[in-house]
């Protein structure tokens, strides 16, 4: 059952706001800190630039805290779930599971890979689950390469630079972690195993980064669905 | 036989048949973790353990035993052996572990003093094999004297350094068997006397 805030009956698009604006907040500082420096400046003028620069940092700060802490804990959705694809769709609320895993399981694997500061929208990753052409027939390996090919063309991973790209093999961060989060979504695990089965999952498919990369480049849903069938039931 | 002991209780436990647990790379994982740890302390030595490499080193290993899978299951035993041997293999070609200093307990005219990287990997491979035939065929794993002689070691690093695929080979003769040295990592090129 998905957890409501007292806020309002889908706090969703209020936590996603507040996520964008944390995003704009981290980067807005790293933009601040790489891009000014006092080290050129006369004396006085660098003492009076770097007093503002702490005070602009600190309040920067202290808004990061206050995003994050009502993100996280007055409006939900940072807590991990224990979902299976195949029986997602079971689920009234299938689309709000579906997107706060890929939200939480995608934080988890960058920040294993070292990319902490990319925005994940959970509102991409609803509305991908809302409009997937869901086939009762259809293999889980089917659906979940349709779902990673929705969620890539969605943007579901925003503000990705070279350097959080080149966390993994052959630059190609945004695939490889769409693919680990739908790997791990189609593994056999009890809640006790539940994190440790997405970090195999993302280990795994760095191990087969490239292949990923390819198939996800040209959009061919058999080769990812033949890939998640081989790899699934070794997560 | 040898009375080396193979750590097997350094091996975690799990609800699953071994030989399905192995296939996880969740517990593939956290048991060669807590193997390299056990190790290490009995050596005297800390490893680092490379996890990309070793997700890198699971996946080739999952593709080389489907590959070679006999569809027969009255080879299945064999496989089971061969099977670990294709692990080490993979091991010796990109090592997922490298040790910090010299082992303090280990002496230097050891195996595990000569080759603290390579001692480790084999001794998982020999550890999770014993664990996982005890499991299906209630059997003792016998290791080959050859294990307690430093000469096959120096032979097993020069040449798996070489061609990691000596290592399969090397795996095999600690179990006992004559390996086919032409291709030791291949299944079906196993020597006649060996298939009786």
């Known amino acids: ?235 | 036989m040898s009375d080396k002991a193979l750590l097997v209780e350094a091996i975690p436990q799990t609800n699953e048949p071994l030989r399905i647990a192995v296939r996880r790379l969740r517990w593939f994982k956290r048991a060669f973790h807590s193997f390299t740890d056990a190790c290490g302390k009995e050596i005297g030595a800390e490893f680092l353990v490379d996890d990309v490499k070793l997700a890198a080193i699971f996946v080739r290993w999952l593709e080389a035993i489907d590959r070679q899978k006999p569809s027969d299951r009255s080879k299945r035993r064999d496989f089971f052996e061969f099977a670990a041997s294709l692990m080490l293999q993979e091991m010796t070609a990109e090592m997922p572990l490298s040790a910090k200093s010299a082992p303090r307990i280990a002496k230097a005219e050891s195996a595990a003093g000569f080759w603290p990287e390579g001692y480790c990997a084999t001794m998982f491979c020999l550890a999770v094999h014993s664990a996982a035939m005890s499991q299906e065929f209630h059997t003792a794993t016998e290791i080959d004297p050859a294990i307690d002689d430093l000469r096959h070691w120096w032979s097993f690093k020069e040449n798996a350094l070489e061609d990691a695929r000596f290592s399969a080979g090397f795996l095999q003769l600690l179990l006992g068997h004559k390996p086919n040295w032409l291709m030791p990592d291949v299944f079906r090129a196993r020597l006649k006397d060996e298939l009786g």
């Open chain 1, 1 to 235: 059952m998905s957890r409501h805030s007292p806020i309002g009956p889908d706090p969703m698009p209020l936590r996603e706001a507040l996520r964008g604006l944390r995003h704009v907040l981290r980067k807005g500082g790293q933009t601040l800190a790489d891009t000014v420096s006092t080290d050129s400046m006369p004396k006085s003028a660098a003492t009076l630039a770097n007093t503002m620069l702490r005070e602009a940092e600190d309040i920067l700060r202290r808004i990061d805290t206050v995003t994050s802490g009502l993100a996280k804990t007055v409006l939900g959705g940072e807590t991990p779930k224990t979902l299976h694809l195949a029986k997602l769709s079971q689920s009234r609320d299938a689309d709000v599971q579906f997107s706060q895993a890929v939200y939480v399981a995608l934080r988890s694997v960058l920040d294993q890979v070292g990319a902490p500061n990319v925005f994940i929208s959970e509102a991409a990753a609803r509305s991908v689950y809302q409009h997937a052409a869901l086939r009762a027939d259809d293999k889980p390996a089917t659906l979940a390469a349709n779902l990673t090919l929705d969620l890539l063309s969605a943007r579901v991973l925003r503000g990705i630079t070279a350097q959080d790209a080149a966390r993994v093999p052959g630059a190609a961060l945004e695939s490889i972690a769409v693919f680990a989060v739908l790997l791990w979504l189609q593994s056999d695990r009890s809640d006790v195993e539940n994190d440790a089965a997405l970090a195999a999952a993302t280990d795994i498919s760095i191990a087969v980064a490239g292949e990923v990369a390819k198939a996800c480049g040209e959009k061919n849903a058999d080769h990812i669905a033949a890939l998640y069938e081989k790899l699934a039931a070794h997560v």
